[in-house]
C-alpha cells in the first residue's frame, strides 16, 4: 500500500505528538490537578517537593545497595560467619569501658597578681603630672605636693586594711 496524501499523515503525526505530550504529562500531575506524585501514597503540593522526595528515596535505595555490596565482598573476604560475629559485636551493647572516654581538661591555673602595680623607678610620678597639668611653677608644685600627700594616706589607710600597697619606685 502507498501513502498519496502526505497532508493526512503530517497532520495525524501531530495529532499524535499532542496526545502523547498530554499523557507524559499526566503522569507526572495527577488526575485532580495542581499536585504532583512521587511514589505511590504521598501527595506533594508542587513539582520541587515531588523531586526532592524521589532523589532521598533514590540516595536511600543507593545507600542499601553499597551496605550490602560492601557485606557481600565481606563474606566473601572473611566468610560468613566471621562478618555475622563482627556484626553480633558492632551491635552488642558496650560493657562499663566506653568507646569514648571522656577528656578530663585541668582547670586553668589561678593568677593571683592582678592588683600588682610595680612603677617604673626611673619616673618622677609626681613631677610628670604636675608639669601636665600646670601652667605656672607655683601650681606644678602644689599639683606635686597633693600628689604626694594622696599617695602618703592612700599608702597608710590601705595598709590598715590589709589591701594593695603603692611600691614606691626606689624598693
Known amino acids: 500500500m502507498e501513502i498519496r496524501n502526505y497532508k493526512k499523515l503530517a497532520a495525524l503525526t501531530f495529532v499524535l505528538a499532542f496526545l502523547s505530550a498530554g499523557v507524559a504529562n499526566a503522569q507526572i500531575q495527577a488526575a485532580g490537578g495542581g499536585y504532583y506524585r512521587a511514589g505511590y501514597p504521598t501527595v506533594y503540593g508542587s513539582f520541587g517537593q515531588a523531586s526532592a522526595a524521589q532523589s532521598r528515596m533514590y540516595d536511600q535505595v543507593k545507600v542499601q545497595t553499597r551496605r550490602m555490596t560492601e557485606r557481600d565482598?565481606?563474606?566473601?573476604?572473611?566468610?560468613?560467619?566471621?562478618?555475622?560475629?563482627?556484626?553480633r559485636e558492632a551491635a552488642a551493647p558496650k560493657g562499663s569501658v566506653p568507646s569514648n572516654p571522656p577528656i578530663v581538661v585541668p582547670p586553668p591555673p589561678i593568677v593571683r597578681n592582678h592588683g600588682v602595680f610595680r612603677?617604673?623607678?626611673?619616673?618622677?610620678?609626681?613631677?610628670?603630672?604636675?608639669?601636665?597639668?600646670g601652667d605656672t611653677p607655683e601650681e606644678k608644685a602644689l599639683i606635686k605636693q597633693i600628689y604626694a600627700a594622696t599617695k602618703t594616706a592612700y599608702e597608710k589607710g590601705s595598709g590598715a586594711k590589709g589591701v594593695g600597697k603603692i611600691i614606691s619606685p626606689a624598693g
Request: hydrophobic share 45%; charged share 30%; glycine share 6%.
Open 119 to 133: 612603677p617604673d623607678p626611673t619616673i618622677d610620678t609626681g613631677k610628670a603630672l604636675a608639669d601636665a597639668l
Open 73 to 87: 565482598a565481606q563474606i566473601k573476604k572473611w566468610g560468613l560467619a566471621a562478618v555475622e560475629k563482627a556484626e
